[in-house]
């Protein structure tokens, strides 16, 4: 699951980052991602895995709007 957290400044400009939770909530990480980038990178964060086909079984879940951080999670 994912959501977008923030937008922040960084060194090469704005930068977007998402909270990625696995579904069984046992792993929460943030991705830093440039929307703004002239080309589309192939590097993929440590411990990800690129999909070559889509896949209509495996559903993806989240949005890229702000959503506001909730404590209890």
Do not use: C, W
Request: hydrophobic share 35%.
């Amino acid at each position: 699951m994912f959501h977008r957290a923030r937008s922040e400044e960084g060194p090469l400009g704005v930068v977007d980052v998402y909270e990625v939770l696995s579904t069984d909530r046992t792993v929460r990480q943030n991705l830093f991602l440039s929307m703004y980038h002239p080309r589309k990178s192939r590097r993929l964060p440590r411990g990800y895995t690129y999909a070559a086909q889509f896949d209509p079984s495996n559903i993806t879940y989240g949005v890229n709007h702000i959503v506001p951080r909730v404590a209890s999670l």
